[in-house]
């Protein structure tokens, strides 16, 4: 079982960055790829971007390629996404996902999630 914490959440204004953490515990023994979701009031969770276990391969949706950056430190169970040019349409809820394994499927089908932070992007 595996139980991850998001921070890092907030408010900035267009144009702006935020870097959100992910704190894993309770996964020694296991290899996960670790990822970050979004959901926004009414519309359905969707994917931002993923990193595999070993943190060699990232991968990103359309909507936020070139502007995020996810990165990895597995020796302390992290994972990090660096907000860059955000939008007012990159507003939602923010949440951390693992899933056991070394790579990164599609869609990735998160085992484990996080409580969420939220990011507010205003104009």
């Known amino acids: 079982q595996v139980h991850l914490v998001e921070s890092g959440g907030g408010f900035v204004q267009a144009g702006g960055s935020l870097r959100l953490s992910c704190a894993a515990s309770g996964g020694t023994g296991t290899a996960f790829a670790m990822g970050w979701f979004r959901q926004a009031p009414g519309k359905e969770r969707e994917f931002v971007a993923a990193?595999?276990?070993?943190?060699?391969?990232?991968y990103y949706s359309d909507s936020v390629r070139g502007r995020f950056t996810i990165s990895r430190d597995k020796d302390k169970n992290s994972v990090y996404l660096q907000m860059n040019s955000l939008k007012p349409e990159d507003t939602a809820d923010y949440y951390c996902a693992a899933r056991v394994g070394l790579g990164v499927p599609e869609p990735m089908d998160p085992d484990y999630w996080g409580q969420g932070t939220q990011v507010t992007v205003s104009s």
């Open positions: 990193i595999t276990w070993s943190g060699n391969r990232q």
